[in-house]
């Protein structure tokens, strides 16, 4: 059972408690714990089959946890559903791109943008005042982060014709929409050529600092996650194999033994 817990001055701002996953027998994620403090970003990093994805399933309710607690500004998020999961602060791109392709790029930030509205069918169907400055205010945030993004030239074009590396980048606009606190990343560097991830490596830093964002980042490009976080922890087999500094987790002999194999294997 899952309690909430008053933050303590000083408490970060996530914190993954020893939290387990169980498919059937499969253990997915053993006993992992770490902390995440307001402005970071952090590197989760490990092979294939590591945990990484059931992780960040977890933070974003996709997945109930079998054992511990994940708490968000000290409390517990393990009873909210996925859909409320936004309105604490928590927003999310993915692996595979998941945008609506048959809508227009502002439309696709605009529905990132709504689940911060506090509207309902009733106030929207009568056009009250309170409900128009609301949706002023909301286009006015949509178009702000498609400019930011760099986004304006396909504003009105429907996502499924843009190339995969824009796709990309209207799915982080959508994310962004939601005025996140801490921004979960899932291989956002996935299909994009060099010259792309070195600028997907600066516009991560810029978020963080124009947008005051937390960034939790799963990622394979190594040469991306140790040039932009400020903490790593490595995952192999569910468990946590080290945690640390870029140049510490880097070094150490059990991630590059995971990474690397070893003559006893």
């Not at 559903?81 to 809508?103: C, S």
């Not at 056009?127 to 205010?137: C, F, K, Q, S």
């Not at 870029?246 to 002999?253: E, G, L």
Request: some cysteine; charged content about 20%.
């Amino acid at each position: 059972m899952t309690q909430t817990r008053p933050a303590p001055e000083n408490s970060p701002l996530l914190a993954v408690c020893d939290v387990s996953v169980v498919f059937g027998g499969i253990v997915a994620l053993n006993g992992v714990s770490f902390e995440m403090r307001q402005g970071q970003i952090l590197g989760l990093i490990g092979p294939n089959g590591a945990g990484k994805t059931t992780l960040f399933n977890c933070l974003s309710r996709l997945y109930q946890p079998s054992a511990g607690d994940i708490l968000m500004e000290g409390r517990s998020i393990l009873n909210r559903p996925p859909h409320r999961i936004a309105e604490i602060g928590i927003g999310r791109t993915f692996q595979n791109v998941a945008l609506f392709p048959n809508l227009s790029v502002l439309d696709n930030v605009r529905l990132g943008a709504h689940s911060r509205t506090n509207s309902d069918i009733v106030s929207d169907s009568l056009r009250l005042p309170w409900v128009r400055r609301g949706e002023a205010e909301l286009n006015g945030r949509v178009h702000e982060i498609v400019s930011y993004l760099e986004l304006d030239g396909v504003a009105h074009t429907t996502v499924s014709g843009l190339p995969f590396g824009t796709q990309k980048r209207v799915e982080l606009a959508r994310a962004l929409a939601a005025e996140p606190k801490i921004l979960l990343l899932d291989e956002p560097a996935g299909g994009l050529n060099h010259e792309e991830v070195h600028a997907l490596g600066d516009l991560i830093r810029r978020i963080r600092s124009d947008r005051k964002v937390t960034v939790l980042l799963v990622e394979h490009h190594m040469g991306l996650v140790m040039s932009i976080a400020d903490h790593v922890v490595a995952l192999n087999f569910g468990r946590k194999l080290a945690e640390g500094t870029p140049s510490v987790v880097q070094s150490d002999p059990d991630v590059i033994k995971a990474y690397l194999g070893s003559k006893d294997q």
